[in-house]
């Protein structure tokens, strides 16, 4: 999931029937292919954040920006640096349940700090959350005890501090 | 005042400044055409043959006046026959708005016939579009969507009317219009670096696009270029800023720019851009383009700045304000050397004009020159005849060229010379091919109905003269679907339709013709035969630099 190049912006859209069809229609028109893309309620019921990942070089990203900002419904659009912000992710795993390796599978649970949150004789359904990287690793971990299905929630990223971007 | 979506809508209308919309009805704005009887006396309507004519008379409606164009179709293929026309207003930034009808609100998402869903059809070619849900919204949409059409870089605006919205009712009040949305003003930081660059430039070239339309004067654009001793280019959207004949003027550069304007731009050490985009047309290889300039861009679209081309300095922001800043900072030069050497290059590039008794292109549009008043509006389609035009064509005063640029749009010229026409009450000259005008001749009806003063120069050489020009150059010859061999009489098809019909088969006729045709007021039409192997030269080819330039014919048959 984590890749070279790799980028994450927010962006503050007004809270309007259409307006991520808009976004995303921008992105297939100008050819950006994005990595990810959250969306959701923020601290202001007017707007809602959206939050894309995307890689790409520099000009790519002045121009993801810069585009963004042209659109009527978008507020405001900030890159979140990784060194200035936390990212996090979520993911639901759902992992072979067998009396052979059912104790391996709790263990890495329990180093990676995640939960198993339904149990049943055939299988475990495994909550993890973290920066995008662990859950990477995670899921390298359960490869070999057979993934039965797994759904990942794409990165949501907030500045450390005090300050909001919506008044930035 | 308790009114309904379909009076609203013409209130509103009426209220931002419009006096004329393009439009056709069908099942969905019948409440609105219903209002437009009522008021024909406050606002004139103009029925085209096809709703993409409508779109097209919008759009040149804006390019000859400078007011936002409105257009009106019904829902399904009224609204999508506007496609073409919005796009080719969002390429060129031209400010209309679009009013379609749509099926009552408890219908969509049924495919319910004539559903279409316009507003996410023309998601990626609008600025911003709406779809109008509630009737007490309707008033504040519409004069948003001029607020916003007009403000910043222009663009057109569409709005989806259901039905039900149209009859629904609620309480209306005339507001005063709006001003634009106010531009950023250019930091003085940009402007200072713009100013040093230009100060200790030696060959500077101001290079003129839409964007410049508009925003700077003509006399201070002159002065200006007067002041630091630079010459003048433009992009093909830039043509009519500056008069033609000043001799600063070299004329439009890029592909198949003046040699001399190409060649200047390509030689300067400085390129001021106002309003331009540096497309490909204009730059070609953008890797091998203008090396020796450093290029100072200025726009009131940031997302243009180091888009196409990366500049030394970008000024975002009120392009007006800005060019008077720089103006008012930059110190008086003299520049003679680099003069002279501009002068060489249009001493070359004239040097290739020669007379002929023949029915050329530049003869065609030497006759027109000599003929026309100042304020004549030319309008063109999409090909080889538009290039000529916009290589030849005089102009004394802005806002005197209509063509589609960005999109290219065969089928542009005759709905836009018609919007040019009515609106602007001056004439107009279409300059047009076999090939465009075969597109959208069916607005000749709206011509002849409405009386639009517009002269129709069809230069007829039977063949699609700019994709055979391009077969020859790049495809061995291989004339695939270029020949027409259409038995069209287009004498005959225009004296059908009720206008008067000239046909020009050497010089003295045309002459003779075009004098006569541009004496009457209503429209006519002159059909031109021209050579079939005629080439728009020069010629940069697409993706070439300036050393690829194709000057004359004698380099092809090396």
Redesign the interface.
Known sequence: MSKKNQFTIAVYVENKFGVLTRVTSMFTRRGFNIDCLTVGETESPEYSRITITMSGDGYAKTQMINQLRKLFNVKKVEELEPETSVNRELALIKVKNDPATRQEIMSAVSIFRSSIIDYSPAALCIEITGDPSKIDAFIEIMKPFEIIEMCRTGILAIERGAGSLLNK | MKLTGSQIIIETLIEQGCDTVFGYPGGQVLNIYDELYKNSDRLNHVLTAHEQGASHAADGYFRATGKVGVCIATSGPGATNLVTGIATAMLDSVPIVAITGNVPCNLIGRDSFQEIDI??VT??IT??NY?VNDVTQLADVIREAFR?AKSGRPGPVLIDVPKDIQIATCEFENKPVEAPFENKIADEASIDSAVELINKSKRPYIYLGGGAMGACKTEDILAFAEKIDAVIGCTLMGLSAVPTDNPRFLGMQGMHGHYASSMAQNNADLILGIGVRFSDRATGNTAKYAKKANIVHLDV???EI??NVPAQVGIYGDVKDAFARIAAKCEKKENPEWIATVNEYVAKEESRYYTTPKLTPKNLIDTINDTVTDDTVIATDVGQHQMWAAQYCNFRAPRKFVSSGGLGTMGFGLGAAIGAAIGSRCKTVLITGDGSFGMNLNEMATAVSTGAPVTIVLFNNGVLGMVRQWQTLFFNKHYSNTTLERKTDYCKLAEAFGATAFKAENLAEFEDAFKKAYAIDGPTLIDCTIDEDEFVLPMLPPGGAIDDMIVGLEELQK
């Open positions: 507003t996410g998601l990626p600025k911003h779809f916003l679209d940031f997302a180091n888009k």
